[in-house]
């Protein structure tokens, strides 16, 4: 500012003051982009998804407290705090409850996500790290598995091992293909385990299918076990039953309207045919 010529800036304004005011102050904010460094910071939320603003306005009351000194008051702050952080918990745990029980899978994970700390504003501009990190670690995991088997005597039968990846993402991502024994492992997008069918979105509609071909099978037994006079009690229960309520409390609350609905549709026709009462998926 010492080496500017103030009567060049102040001269063609004359006596009007705002005008002059303006180019001043227009200069000063040049100087000041031009000389004084600058620096962007981005600040991301850290708190945990259970953090209320009471919890955080107990924070501060406990690091005052802690700063004067004063011991029974920071331990009741203490007692208080932990009590609230028991409430929020409890209140974020019925939240991702009632989201599972209505079947909305995406915000139930990007609530666990927040858990475990990989948020919406964790990572977002290194995808690429992100996925090659993924790569590194499924690998690593694999390798240390494989060892293991050769170390204990087990014998890994490649040819029926299949690898499934859940991936929410709406842009499809390319994995590396996982190789054991020199052999590419399948990537399916769907797998039955323990009788029950998974499918890499999560979603209970293939397991659906399944038990629906299943009972389809079963109901035209049931018609053929019908004429014999066999007790319809026993049928229900051992032909139908068996078939459409098989690991039920694992999909049930998880399956959709329509799933449930087309289910509840072939236990009305069990039903009819044996003149039977048969609980719903309801």
Same mark, same amino acid.
């Given at each position: +500012? ?62 005052? @407290? ?173 032909? +139908? ?31 009819? @045919? ?9």
């Amino acid at each position: +500012m010492s080496n500017t010529l103030h009567t060049a800036l102040c001269s063609p304004h004359g006596s009007d003051i705002d005008s002059m005011t303006h180019c001043i102050t227009d200069y000063i904010n040049f100087c000041v982009e031009t000389t004084v460094p600058s620096k962007l910071v981005r600040c991301f939320p850290n708190n945990k998804p259970w953090v209320t603003s009471e919890i955080k306005a107990l924070l501060n009351e406990k690091k005052r @407290v802690f700063r004067s000194g004063d011991k029974e008051e920071l331990r009741r702050v203490q007692k208080e705090l932990r009590q609230k952080i028991r409430k929020g918990k409890d209140n974020y745990r019925r939240k991702l409850e009632k989201r599972l029980e209505q079947n909305n899978a995406r915000d139930v994970w990007r609530g666990l996500q927040n858990i475990a700390g990989h948020g919406k504003g964790v990572g977002r501009d290194q995808a690429s790290g992100d996925k090659d990190r993924a790569d590194e670690l499924n690998l690593t995991v694999i390798r240390d598995f494989v060892s293991w088997s050769e170390l204990n005597q087990l014998q890994l039968n490649t040819s029926k091992t299949k690898e499934m990846i859940v991936n929410f993402r709406r842009k499809a991502s390319h994995f590396t293909l996982v190789n054991i024994q020199g052999l590419d492992i399948e990537v399916v997008e769907s797998y039955k385990f323990l009788g029950v069918h998974l499918n890499n979105k999560l979603e209970w509609t293939d397991n659906t299918h399944a038990l629906y071909k299943k009972g389809q099978s079963r109901l035209h037994l049931l018609r053929r076990l019908s004429s014999f006079g066999v007790c319809k009690a026993l049928l229900l229960s051992s032909v +139908m039953a068996s078939a459409i309520f098989y690991a039920v409390v694992c999909w049930r609350a998880g399956s959709t309207d329509r799933d449930r609905s087309r289910l509840n549709k072939l236990i009305r026709r069990a039903s009819s @045919v044996l003149d039977g009462p048969l609980d719903s998926i309801e």
